[in-house]
């Protein structure tokens, strides 16, 4: 039974954000963004378990691509309220609100996540993680998908064209994998406590989990998001930069979390290679829906999501970040060198606003804080081309048919 605990904690989690929003309770927004973002993280647990149990009993491509996505259903929510509150009320904030959660949660997946897991392994074994020759797919597709998404804020919009190539880079993605050799699913924990249940009570136990999870989240994601954008009014915060870091929190951390954990472990390739998919999906399935679910809410799909330059940055930054990533992933493995790279990038352009003005008009160019993020996207452009000479023919031998990776 200890290894159920946890589920015991995550279903308490869920219990009074579900509870409120049933009942209709109206809190101050601060307790709304606490009590319903414990919610959504308990149930980001749930689903968690649930897909992974769910490996068991349908066929792996479908795995692939349905679990893929439930999985991430809390980070999708939040950013698809928003989005399609953009398409209600289209002078308002919501448009950037959805930038901001769309690229905090990218940014974090590879400036802490996977950072994080490298600088484990390298603290136990001093050693690179390696990833599985398979997951050259995985990276292959995230240097598509990142070439294509630089094109965005140079275009100066983002259309339902654009949805629609990155929807399609993780359909072709799918069916690409789709053809990888079935695998036993390696599960730990509460996971493997349900899948060791008899076949009929397992998949009953995985559907009620989604269910529920799933109803979690919905009923909380509304509040949630409303909650959080009050509670920076109140506290007199840039409810951007709450909606931002804060948000994906809640559904970033249980894969988070398992990777750690997996790190921990010894399986570093598995909780590397966890995060690198995490991070091609919302890459492409959540940045391509936002069009889509734009031009439903507003009626049109003629007009664009209205963004101004602030956000077109914002995307152009996520997406230097990511080819960085990608150039020190060419290898297939990531080393404690470009972790620190990764992360040292990633504080920088994290504090950069707190830095008082006075301080960054020192710099060439007379920068000030929300000007900071150009000097941060030069500097991650710049690298990647530092480094080409060294992981240019790297890449090459990445996209070659055959490839199977380094140790």
């Known amino acids: 039974m200890r290894a159920l605990v946890p589920l015991y904690f995550a279903l ?28 959504i993280l308990g149930a980001s647990f749930l689903l968690l378990w ?3 149990v769910a490996q068991h009993d349908i066929p792996q491509a479908l795995a692939l691509a349905v679990v893929a996505l439930i999985a991430v259903l809390p980070e999708y929510a939040v950013d698809m309220y928003f ?7 289209p002078d308002s904030d919501y448009a950037h609100f959805a930038i ?3 690229t905090g949660a990218n940014r974090l997946l ?18 690179p993680v390696v990833l599985e020759s398979e997951r050259r797919l995985e990276v292959v597709f995230l240097g598509l ?13 983002l259309t339902w064209v654009d949805g629609a190539v990155l929807v399609g880079l993780y359909v072709a993605y799918i069916a690409l994998a789709g053809r990888r050799e079935a695998e036993e699913p390696d599960l730990e924990g509460v996971a493997a406590r349900i899948a060791r249940l008899p076949a009929v009570k397992r998949r009953w136990v995985t559907a009620l989990l989604f269910l529920f999870a799933a109803g979690v989240i919905v009923a909380n994601a509304e509040r949630f998001s409303e909650g959080l954008v009050a509670t920076g009014r109140i506290l007199g915060v840039s409810e951007f930069l709450l909606v931002q870091w804060l948000a994906p929190i809640a559904s970033e951390a249980p894969e988070f979390i398992v990777a750690i954990m997996f790190a921990l472990r ?4 598995l909780a590397l290679g966890s995060l690198v998919s995490s991070k091609l999906n919302q890459w492409t399935l959540l940045v391509g829906m936002i069009p889509g679910v734009y031009g439903v809410s507003s009626g049109s799909f003629a007009t664009p999501i209205p963004l101004d330059g602030l956000q077109l940055h914002e995307i152009l930054l996520t997406a230097a970040q990511s080819l960085l990533a990608v150039g020190l992933l060419a290898g297939l493995r990531l080393d404690v060198r470009g972790a620190l790279l990764l992360f040292g990038l990633f504080i920088g352009q994290f504090l950069a606003p707190a830095v008082p003005n006075a301080v960054w008009a020192l710099l060439p160019g007379h920068l000030t804080g929300g000007q900071v993020h150009y000097l941060f996207t030069f500097l991650y452009l710049g690298t990647f081309v530092v480094l080409l000479p060294r992981i240019g ?8 048919p055959g490839h199977r990776g380094t140790s």
């Open 83 to 89: 989005t399609w509150m953009a398409g209600q009320h």
């Open 110 to 127: 590879i400036g802490v996540a996977w950072t994080a897991v490298a600088g484990i392994v390298w603290w136990r074994t001093r050693k």
């Open 393 to 400: 023919p790297q890449l090459l031998v990445l996209v070659r």
């Open 50 to 52: 649930a897909c992974d």
């Open 266 to 269: 010894g399986r570093a390739g």
């Open 12 to 39: 308490i989690a869920c219990l009074p954000g579900l509870a409120a929003s049933l009942a209709g309770v109206h809190l101050s927004p601060q307790t709304t963004a606490l009590v319903a973002g414990a919610a």
């Open 100 to 102: 901001a959660n769309m």
């Open 145 to 157: 998908a990142t070439a294509y998404a630089i094109t965005i804020p140079l275009s100066g919009s």
